[in-house]
């Protein structure tokens, strides 16, 4: 799990309101049979699915309006976590 908390800027909100605070969840299965899953439950998502370097990413809404976000990280990383990947970069 991460917990991404970033200072108010015109990309990011400030630290208290809607979308101030994200969560974001690894998953180890292809991102499209997770948000089929999750949306087979209700679970809405937001947007569509991102594909970018790092990997694959959902962006999704728990019932208070937090956003969460699933990442099917990208085998070219070569890292175990994003855990493993923030000690790397210092």
Do not use: C
């Not at 917990?3 to 969560?23: C, E, N, Q, R, V």
């Not at 699915?49 to 969460?68: H, M, T, Y």
């Amino acid at each position: 799990m991460t917990i991404g908390l970033h200072p108010s800027s015109d990309k990011y909100p400030a630290p208290g309101t809607k979308g101030g605070m994200m969560l974001g969840l690894e998953i180890d299965e292809r991102i499209e049979v997770v948000v089929k899953r999750l949306a087979d439950r209700g679970v809405s998502s937001i947007g569509s699915i991102i594909r970018a370097k790092p990997g694959a990413f959902a962006s999704l809404e728990d019932p208070d309006g937090n956003l969460i976000y699933l990442w099917e990280v990208s085998p070219s990383l070569n890292v175990a976590s994003e855990l493993q990947h923030a000690f790397e970069k210092r």
